[in-house]
């Protein structure tokens, strides 16, 4: 048969490979997922900006100029602040004890340390309420020596590190456990310090996982709505963060001040996105593989 | 909340056993458990009777109905749509997909009180969006089909992330061998594809359903909180809170709270489960 | 189909059954990159053919083009002399073996081998009890009677190997093809499922390709064994053509252990580094070549009668003999050859051999 000229076939053309669909029903699914994102996500995230300098740059300068703007910028900075860091080490002891150690219970203190996610950011400001509120299990104790958690600071930076608690763990847990604990015994065998064994080898294995979840976590930080609302108080200029001034000038009908403080909210949503999505690419290995906040 | 962690270590020459999971333990429970403890306490002090009397008033129901079957529906409607993104970031190249698969984890830096007012101002009757529901001659905002736009949104990456993976690791020998077999496309994917990812999809709605159930910010600019009819069970315990009923929002928040642990409980059953299963 | 009884599918190959399919100049580019070059070859029915070559030598492209899974770039596939290529893979009815079986891991053992008979449309659909007693047939034909409500991974590899292979003869096939199908298997099961597999192909008859870079496997186990290298075929043949009369260097070396040096051929003499080696061949005008031959086929010469020579670099124990690693000419090829326990000599030691077998290919 091979003196027979064989021509190119023209099956070639029209070849569908067996493990992915026609090409009608590929454009189809990729129009009707990027619509739904479009209508959802980017649509929203376009109209704070839009909404924000809709009258022009130096409106939206001015809708920032409060006094009250201004300091619920440096609260939601000092919240921040505080939060992160408790969380941070928080992280780090947590999945030393967990990823370097066998004990009884591991999986239910993993299951544990997940709980704030599974708790309404609501319920996470009315626990706090529960125990320091006027009416709580140590709110007489607090009034006596005339300390005020409750409306107040202190409340804010614990219903914040409550909703935030599970996010720089839970991205070092699963890496550290996959690491294992052999560069750790050969460290301590040269004669390294348990200091020095965790911060000149742990934390360089761990940077960027750590990285990861410090940036998820100040995002929903700064970003917390529900359960600093309701620890607050609302009080102007004295515990009122970002996303509360967002809703208080809403709710009083000033619009492009309201979009302006929430324009810059997006912004850091934006920040956040951008170096996530860079850690994910050049980092991928190295930060540990679960995905879901 | 007790923890039943017996202090059985495994010997080795790593130090700092002691000092890290004393401090976990201890973090844990000062910022975690003790309060989660004390509503707990507070509800049970409560008395069953006057707990059923808050579980059943006319109010609490019907916030807690609209709460779970917008979430619901909310959470049925990101596992279809959140399939098909999953599906197309994971399997088809277009240009900008790396900026596609970034943005969907959008609602999770984006804080919720601003997804809340932009979703507002889009689903406003003269909105961006909302003036073609009013030409059409009906409302999104302030009714409940606001809520289900703002859980919608909220959702999103709980779906999507967690089918991702998964489908990323299917064996694609597995759709040739099926059409090897004579299936035709849509019947592979429906009879081999579909069922492997079922563990995922039901993970990821019960991840977007519960977060959606406890969602409180992007759904209150929204929602219009008209009592009975687009009044959510987060925004009640809000209510009950600055009305000094302590009781009222104990309890309500309990009965969210017991809800969300039998999910986290099944989220624990469908993954052990899976991974008997598929390996 | 392939209905023949074990007996007719003896007799139809011994006497030329027809034509089954037909490779004709097929070629397939990935890109840039090459994977076959206009590669022909015909099947008779109810034959056993082989693919052998190493990875990235097109084995495997040329059996997903049989299949329907790939295109080719050009050329033509005849299946009973109808073109195949206008079919897709839903249509060719083929029985696929992945190397890694590619079962469906949330259906049964039962769901898994029904699976190509329930997607049927429903015209030619057998009905549920049919397909039930096919499924227990077959399972009895794979010996997994009993294990039709098992999960895939409940059981071990040869078991799933066996469920693939039903799956496979489930939809009654025109061809079976066999991606490596023992690849992923130990040692023992390999044999086990090697021999056994050779029963159930005389006993159905069908038409079979099957991928292999295990020479042993494709010498054993197939009628005809068409070696492969870099997109194209190197030789076609059984495994005593193969194996004694290798039609290329590749083949030669790629079959058994050998050593090939460049030799020239000047007056019917074959010479390496310019000396003579004692070997003879009826050419006479000169010309380069390369001599293979293998290790045990050599004898070792003494004193200074023609021989290649070389200087002894390693030894190891080989078997019921002692292989020599030798630097040979003035190149420092390497030769190996084998010689009797006891007849070593130490390491340095200047040795010369005359092969007994050997071949001589173009350069």
Redesign the interface.
């Known amino acids: 048969?091979?003196d027979?000229?064989?021509?190119?076939?023209h099956?070639?053309a029209r070849?569908?490979?067996?493990?992915?669909?026609?090409p009608a029903?590929?454009v189809l699914?990729?129009v009707?997922?990027?619509a739904?994102?479009g209508?959802?996500?980017?649509?929203?995230?376009v109209?704070?900006f839009y909404?924000a300098l809709s009258a022009g740059f130096g409106a939206f300068v001015k809708a920032l100029g409060g006094r009250e703007t201004a300091s619920a910028i440096e609260l939601t900075l000092l919240v921040a602040a505080i939060s992160v860091p408790a969380n941070l080490v928080?992280g780090l002891?947590?999945s030393?004890?967990?990823a370097?150690?066998?004990?009884?219970?591991k999986s239910?203190?993993i299951?544990?340390?997940?709980?704030?996610?599974?708790?309404?950011?609501?319920?996470a400001g009315?626990?706090?309420?529960?125990?320091f509120g006027a009416?709580?299990?140590l709110g007489p104790l607090l009034a006596e020596h005339g300390i005020k958690v409750i409306f107040a600071v202190p409340g804010i930076v614990?219903a914040t590190?409550?909703v935030t608690?599970p996010f720089i763990a839970r991205e070092l847990i699963p890496i550290m456990q996959a690491q294992g604990?052999q560069d750790?015994?050969a460290a301590?065998?040269l004669g390294a310090s348990?200091w020095q064994?965790?911060f000149r080898v742990t934390l360089p294995n761990v940077k960027w996982a750590l990285l990861y979840g410090v940036l998820?976590c100040n995002?929903?930080a700064?970003?917390?709505?529900?359960a600093v609302?309701?620890v607050s108080g609302h009080i102007r200029g004295k515990t009122n963060t970002?996303?509360?001034q967002?809703?208080i000038l809403?709710n009083e009908y000033m619009?492009r001040a309201?979009?302006a403080v929430?324009s810059l909210?997006?912004l850091?949503?934006?920040v956040?996105?951008?170096v996530?999505?860079i850690l994910e690419?050049r980092y991928a290995d190295e930060i540990a593989?679960t995905?879901?906040? | 909340m007790a923890t039943p962690l017996a202090l059985g270590r495994r010997p080795g020459v790593i130090p700092g056993f002691g000092l890290t999971l004393g401090f976990t333990l201890a973090y844990l429970s000062l910022i975690v458990l003790i309060p989660l403890a004390g509503l707990v306490v507070r509800a049970a002090s409560l008395g069953w009777a006057d707990f059923m009397a808050i579980a059943l008033d006319p109010r609490t129901l019907a916030a807690l109905r609209l709460s779970f079957g917008v979430s619901a529906i909310a959470a049925l409607v990101n596992a279809v749509f959140g399939l098909v993104v999953a599906w197309v970031l994971v399997r088809y190249d277009f240009p900008g997909k790396r900026i596609i698969d970034a943005v969907v984890d959008l609602p999770f830096a984006l804080p919720t009180a601003v997804a809340g007012i932009a979703l507002t101002a889009l689903y406003a009757p003269n909105g961006w969006v909302g003036q073609y529901a009013t030409m059409l001659g009906f409302k999104i905002a302030y009714t409940p089909i606001g809520i289900f736009i703002a859980l919608v949104f909220i959702g999103i990456p709980f779906i999507v992330r967690t089918v991702e993976p998964v489908l990323a690791d299917l064996d694609r020998e597995i759709e040739e061998m099926a059409a090897t077999l004579g299936a035709r496309r849509w019947t592979a994917v429906r009879r081999v594809v579909l069922p492997t990812l079922v563990p995922a999809l039901l993970t990821g709605f019960a991840l977007a359903f519960a977060r959606a159930v406890g969602e409180y910010g992007s759904v209150i600019f929204i929602a219009g909180n008209i009592p009975y009819v687009s009044e959510i069970a987060p925004l009640l315990i809000v209510i009950r809170l600055t009305e000094f009923n302590y009781a009222a929002a104990t309890g309500v928040a309990t009965i969210m709270l017991i809800i969300s642990f039998i999910l986290l409980f099944a989220i624990n059953l469908i993954q052990a489960w899976s991974r008997r299963r598929l390996g | 189909m392939n209905a023949l009884t074990p007996l007719e599918a003896e007799t139809s190959i011994a006497l030329g059954a027809p034509v089954d399919v037909t490779i004709d100049a097929v070629a397939k580019d990935f890109g840039d990159s090459p994977a076959l070059f206009g590669v022909s070859l015909d099947v008779r029915a109810g034959e056993l053919v082989a693919l052998l070559g190493p990875s990235g030598s097109g084995k495997t492209t040329l059996l997903r083009i049989l299949a329907g899974l790939e295109a080719p770039s050009a050329g033509r596939v005849l299946f009973g002399g109808e073109d195949a290529l206008g079919l897709p893979v839903q249509d060719r009815n083929i029985g696929f073996v992945f190397q890694h079986y590619a079962l469906f891991r949330h259906m049964t053992v039962f769901d898994n081998i029904a699976f190509g008979l329930t997607v049927r449309p429903r015209a030619s659909r057998p009905a549920k009890a049919e397909i039930r007693r096919r499924v227990l047939h077959l399972l009895n034909l794979v010996q997994l009677t009993g294990l039709e409500k098992r999960y895939p991974t409940q059981l071990s590899g040869g078991q799933r190997q066996r469920v693939a292979l039903a799956r496979a003869l489930a939809i009654e096939p025109r061809l079976l093809l066999l991606d490596e199908p023992f690849g992923a298997l130990d040692a023992q099961v390999r044999k086990d499922l090697r021999r056994w597999l050779r029963e159930i192909h005389d006993r159905t008859g069908h038409t079979t390709f099957f991928v292999t870079h295990d020479q042993e496997e494709a010498l054993e186990l197939a009628d005809r064994v068409v070696v492969m290298s870099k997109g194209r075929i190197e030789q076609v043949g059984s495994a005593d053509d193969i194996y004694d009369r290798p039609a290329s260097p590749f083949v030669f070396s790629f079959i058994g252990e050998s050593t090939l040096l460049p030799v020239v051929i000047e007056g019917g003499a074959v010479t390496f580094g310019g000396d003579p080696t004692g070997l003879d061949v009826n050419k006479t005008e000169r010309r380069e070549a390369v001599l293979g031959f293998r290790p045990h086929d050599v004898t070792l010469v003494e004193d200074d009668a023609p021989a290649i020579r070389g200087r002894i670099v390693a030894t190891r124990r080989h078997g019921g003999r002692r292989r020599l690693e030798l630097q040979v000419g003035p190149d420092h090829l390497r030769a190996e050859i084998d010689v009797e326990v006891g007849d070593e000599q130490p390491l340095g030691t200047l040795v010369g051999f005359r092969p007994q077998r050997w071949r001589i290919f173009p350069a």
């Open positions: 048969m091979t027979i000229a064989a021509p190119a076939p099956h070639a070849f569908q490979p067996a493990a992915t669909e026609r029903v590929r699914l990729t009707v997922a990027l739904f994102l209508l959802f996500l980017v649509l929203p995230l109209s704070v909404e928080f002891t947590a030393w004890a967990i370097k150690f066998e004990f009884r219970g239910l203190l299951t544990l340390i997940d709980l704030p996610f599974s708790v309404s950011p609501v319920t009315l626990i706090y309420v529960l125990m009416q709580g299990y614990l590190i409550f608690f604990t750790e015994e301590l065998s348990g064994t965790f998820l995002a929903r700064m970003g917390e709505f529900g609302s309701v970002m996303p509360l967002v809703e809403y619009y309201a979009f929430a909210l997006a850091l949503a934006l956040t996105l951008i996530k999505s690419w593989a995905r879901r906040h």
